[in-house]
Structure formats: structure tokens, C-alpha cells
T-cell receptor, first 111, second 116 residues
Framework: QKEVEQDPGPLSVPEGAIVSLNCTYS??????FMWYRQYSRKGPELLMY????GNKEDGRFTAQVDKSSKYISLFIRDSQPSDSATYLC???????????FGTGTKLQVIP | GAVVSQHPSRVICKSGTSVKIECRSL??????MFWYRQFPKQSLMLMAT?????????EQGVEKDKFLINHASLTLSTLTVTSAHPEDSSFYIC????????????FGPGTRLTVT
């Protein structure tokens, strides 16, 4: 079993839809949770990070962490074609422990 | 914001030669830098963790004599692929962890290596 599981997609949605991206994990030591966006042939860009459980909102993006279920989500409201990319979840136990990435979900927002 | 640069962005080399890739944190100090490899449609795979002034820590299965890492300063780490072979062709990405912030990694734009 992988430490972090993420559906690779692809996920296609119409412009303006709410997108829900999710990851599950097995390591209960994880405390830092990140979402990265990666455009084709580019390096990943940090979108959101959350410490422990809870919600965090930044513009059209909301990150949720449920440590009891070992489940994290990223919601994108009013999705735009420019949101089309691969979204990677990532998590770490902190304390300079390495970051473990999901395989990424490819999202396509159709105009 | 924190910016990480990588050079070169794309390199083609012949089998048996060596290639050096540079990773720089432009506006912050990075005690720790990471090197990843990404194959098409696969996730980032951590190759090694590079700490300024000390030897890199390699992940299991990564040959330390083939992938030489040097982290000589708080803003520069280099990865040298020695005696490259076609199977080393991949997208290599570095990231830098801002000193004092142990969960935020900022990624470089990546280097596409093609070995012919």
C-alpha cells in the first residue's frame, strides 16, 4: 500500500464548476499537508499548505484536512480553463522529514 | 515570493558523458535542497536530500556515485549525472526548503535531460 493515494484522473469539468480533488494517506505521523499545481513540463507550484486538521481558504481554493479519516481535499470554485493542470497532494511529518507526494490528478477545465 | 531557478532547462547529451544541473534559491537561504526525478505521467520521486556543507542523503535505489550532489552554499546545489545513459533521460526537478520553514518546499522549473 502506498503512503499516499491519489486518483490520477483525468478529471474533466465544465468552466465554472466546483472541482474536488482528494488524497488519502496511511501515515498518521503526517502533520503538514500541501497541494501543488504542475503545468505540463514545468516544476510544481505550491498552492496551499495546512498544518494538522482544519480548513484553509485562499481565493477560489479551499484545502481541507481530516486527520481522523486520513483524508485531504482541495476544492476549486468557479473553475477556469487556466486551472487545467496536474494537482499533486503532498504531506510531511515535519521536523525535516521528507515530503511524500501523491501521483497527481490531471484536471481539465473545458470552456 | 520564494523563487528557485534551475539551469539548464533542457539538455541533450551523448551516452557516456556527464551533465551538471544547477539549482539556486534566488531570494532566500536554503539549508536543505531536494532533488527529484519525474518520469512521464508519474509522480515526483525523491532522489536525494542535500544539506549545505554536508554529504547528501540518497534514497534507496539511487546510486550516489552516479548522481553526484554538491551543496556548497546556502543558495546553490548541483546535481551531476555521471556517465549518462538513455535510461537516465527524465525530468529532474530541485526544490529548496526555506531555512526555518520545514514544510514549504519551493520548486525549480525543472531540467529535461535527454541522453542519446
Amino acid at each position: 500500500q502506498k503512503e499516499v493515494e491519489q486518483d490520477p484522473g483525468p478529471l474533466s469539468v465544465p468552466e465554472g464548476a466546483i472541482v474536488s480533488l482528494n488524497c488519502t494517506y496511511s501515515n498518521s505521523a503526517f502533520q503538514y499537508f500541501m497541494w501543488y499545481r504542475q503545468y505540463s513540463r514545468k516544476g510544481p507550484e505550491l498552492l496551499m499548505y495546512t498544518y494538522s486538521s482544519g480548513n484553509k481558504e485562499d481565493g477560489r481554493f479551499t484545502a481541507q484536512v481530516d486527520k481522523s479519516s486520513k483524508y485531504i481535499s482541495l476544492f476549486i470554485r468557479d473553475s477556469q480553463p487556466s486551472d487545467s493542470a496536474t494537482y499533486l497532494c503532498a504531506m510531511s511529518a515535519g521536523g525535516y522529514q521528507k515530503v511524500t507526494f501523491g501521483t497527481g490528478t490531471k484536471l481539465q477545465v473545458i470552456p | 515570493g520564494a523563487v528557485v531557478s534551475q539551469h539548464p532547462s533542457r539538455v541533450i547529451c551523448k551516452s557516456g558523458t556527464s551533465v551538471k544541473i544547477e539549482c539556486r534559491s534566488l531570494d532566500f537561504q536554503a539549508t536543505t535542497m531536494f532533488w527529484y526525478r519525474q518520469f512521464p505521467k508519474q509522480s515526483l520521486m525523491l532522489m536525494a536530500t542535500s544539506n549545505e556543507g554536508s554529504k547528501a542523503t540518497y534514497e534507496q535505489g539511487v546510486e550516489k556515485d552516479k548522481f553526484l550532489i554538491n551543496h556548497a552554499s546556502l543558495t546553490l546545489s548541483t546535481l551531476t549525472v555521471t556517465s549518462a545513459h538513455p535510461e537516465d533521460s527524465s525530468f529532474y526537478i530541485c526544490s529548496a526548503e526555506q531555512t526555518g520553514f520545514d514544510y514549504e518546499q519551493y520548486f525549480g522549473p525543472g531540467t529535461r535531460l535527454t541522453v542519446t
